[in-house]
């Protein structure tokens, strides 16, 4: 577990309102995901690694948030029907660095989160997942300075 201030910088994909206690709606924007070539749409794609951003929050672990999985792009997209582009506010982060099998790892990493007493902010919580490390996910959770 590392803390580290991160810059504020822009993901663009596809989204949802979804919720911990109900994971078919989570499972199903990750297959919508998967079925289309996200990358190929977007221009200005920064980096080939998918960033699933956890915003809008309106309240603790179970309420509903807003779910962004995308790619950092360089600046905000045309907002139409096809991507949701979301701007991640400069803030200071948590950062675990999750590997194994996944998703069982990373899903045991975030109760293990919502577990600790941290002063999460709730602005903008994020996983990356390597394009490199098939295995390899960095938990990114926003914490008041």
């Not at 490390?133 to 959770?141: A, G, K, L, Q, S």
């Amino acid at each position: 577990m590392q803390t580290r201030f991160r810059e504020s910088f822009t993901v663009a994909g596809l989204s949802a309102i979804v919720r911990n206690d109900e994971p078919d709606g989570i499972g199903a924007l990750w297959q919508a995901f998967y079925a289309r070539n996200v990358l190929d749409e977007l221009d200005t794609v920064l980096t080939r690694d998918v960033y699933c951003v956890y915003h809008e929050y309106t309240g603790a672990a179970n309420d509903p948030y807003r779910m962004t999985i995308g790619y950092r792009v360089a600046k905000e997209v045309t907002s139409t029907d096809a991507f949701h582009t979301v701007v991640i506010p400069e803030q200071e982060m948590i950062m675990f660095e999750v590997k194994g099998p996944q998703p069982q790892t990373l899903i045991e990493q975030w109760q293990a989160i919502w577990q600790q007493n941290l002063n999460r902010t709730y602005l903008a919580d994020y996983d990356v997942y390597s394009a490199n490390e098939d295995d390899t996910v960095t938990v990114n959770v926003g914490v008041a300075r």
